[in-house]
């Protein structure tokens, strides 16, 4: 398994160590080749290697070591399997043609690249979360759900939704996830007892710019903190927190995107308020209730504004529904059944 960070500590990518438990438990032996190797807790059937980002190496010194990893250990290994980055799935391409080793590619993102036709070429099987999470019409492209761990994302009675009521985004600060929308749709109820928190932080070029400027519109829409907040970066516990704390989250990617944080939060049991239809199918008999028009504030705000006004037995049956639905089809130990399952029917 080849992949960008090892680490259960990251924000970003700490469930990759979840994945490789989850896979460990599934077959006799996982060797991870992680870009850049941090804190995991792993079973004894896991070997790790690092191509060294940890230790300051050189892109070139990392592609060597690239090379030597795979190199070490593919007349060992069964499968090649690469998480979310393309590159090495054709990087490896001439070792595993050698080999006769088949790989596979998890990989989400809705634009095609010349990356991605030279992975799509190379693999065997491509695996991902639903049919329009990979950009490029295949038969070696397998939906197969996201991967998520039910039991860490999972309500908590003893603790209580916030009063006043708080409305949770979860994405990274990037113009893709439009927070811009929701500090609008905010600044349209801000005479209203609700609060709004967004949990994420920068994560590619472009991103400060854009932070800065949602920034300054919260100043200009005359928002305090205490109103809408950036949280920041959030991990673990923390994280699960929060989601339990909001009575709702709200997604509002577009489609081609299935945010992993959308589905953690349904699995919290809270309703999911979106503009992304992709998530039809989990809304269910509630998708009248909780899907609004893309990049409209003004009907966000009335959305939320009648939901603020339902009972709260209404919540929790909402919220049920959605971890019921969203727990059968998108848990780890299901995506891991289905991987093991497709590399074995071969």
């Not at 996830?177 to 109820?189: F, I, Y």
């Not at 997604?251 to 945010?259: K, Y």
């Not at 409209?296 to 037995?313: F, K, M, N, V």
């Amino acid at each position: 398994m080849i992949v960008q960070q090892l680490d259960e500590s990251h924000w970003l990518r700490g469930f990759i160590v979840d994945w490789v438990r989850a896979l460990a438990a599934r077959v006799d032996h996982v060797i991870v080749l992680a870009l850049e190797q941090g804190q995991a807790n792993l079973p004894s059937n896991v070997t790790v290697m690092s191509m060294g980002k940890e230790k300051g190496y050189s892109r070139l010194r990392e592609l060597v070591e690239f090379y030597r990893g795979v190199g070490r250990v593919i007349g060992q290994v069964d499968v090649i399997f690469s998480h979310m980055t393309p590159r090495y799935t054709w990087l490896a391409a001439p070792l595993a043609m050698l080999y006769r080793k088949s790989q596979m590619l998890w990989f989400i993102h809705p634009k095609p690249s010349l990356e991605i036709r030279a992975a799509l070429a190379s693999a065997r099987w491509i695996v991902t979360a639903t049919p329009a999470n990979f950009p490029i019409p295949s038969p070696k492209v397998h939906a197969l759900g996201h991967g998520l761990n039910t039991t860490r994302f999972s309500p908590n009675p003893d603790i209580p939704v916030d009063d006043p009521p708080l409305v949770l985004a979860v994405g990274r600060l990037s113009p893709i996830k439009k927070h811009e929308v929701l500090l609008e749709a905010a600044s349209l109820l801000k005479d209203k007892a609700v609060k709004f928190a967004v949990a994420g932080q920068t994560a590619a070029p472009g991103d400060d710019a854009y932070y800065a400027g949602l920034l300054r519109r919260r100043d200009e829409l005359g928002l305090v903190e205490n109103q809408f907040v950036f949280l920041g970066n959030l991990e673990g516990e923390s994280l699960v927190n929060w989601y339990r704390r909001a009575s709702f989250i709200t997604n509002l990617t577009p489609m081609g995107s299935f945010d992993k944080a959308a589905l953690e939060g349904m699995l919290v049991a809270k309703p999911l308020v979106t503009s992304n239809p992709a998530f039809d199918d989990l809304l269910g008999d509630h998708q009248k209730l909780l899907r609004v028009k893309p990049d409209d504030p003004a009907d966000l705000a009335a959305r939320l504004s009648h939901l603020l006004t339902l009972p709260r037995e209404d919540f929790i049956r909402i919220g049920s529904d959605l971890r019921t639905r969203t727990a059968a089809a998108h848990s780890l130990d299901h995506l891991m059944d289905r991987i093991v399952a497709l590399v074995e029917k071969g």
